[in-house]
């Protein structure tokens, strides 16, 4: 169970509730999952904005990864999970400081 976002989008005809915005604006993959060594963060985005990052947070919302994504729509990001300790991350991605997508993933050693 997470939080749950919603977004008003004005269309000619009128205004449609749009849930997860996420898929308007972006999608992610992470895999394996659970992850006892690496992890590969797979994203594809609609906007390629030059101030685009991905940041990985700890359960306690602490951040212990980021990657520059720059201008890139697409692509895969691997990160290093073998200092991690096991547990629930997240990962998101950032465009020009407003949140486009996120996943969760597990590290198990």
């Given amino acids: 169970m997470g ?3 919603y977004s008003m989008v004005k ?5 449609v509730s749009i849930r ?3 898929r308007l604006e972006g999608k992610m993959k992470v895999y394996p999952n659970p992850a006892d060594q690496f992890v590969q963060l797979e994203f594809e985005l609609l906007f390629s904005k030059v101030n685009t990052v ?3 947070y700890d359960q306690l919302g602490r951040k212990v990864s980021t990657y520059t994504i720059g201008t890139n729509t697409q692509g895969v990001e691997v990160l290093d999970t073998r200092k ?4 629930l991350y997240i ?4 465009q020009e400081g407003q949140h486009v997508s996120s996943e969760k993933f597990i590290v198990q050693h």
């Fill in 3 to 5: 939080v749950e976002r």
């Fill in 11 to 15: 269309l000619n005809q009128g205004t």
């Fill in 20 to 22: 997860d915005q996420d």
């Fill in 54 to 56: 991905m940041n990985v």
């Fill in 84 to 87: 991690l300790v096991s547990g």
């Fill in 91 to 94: 990962v998101e991605i950032v």
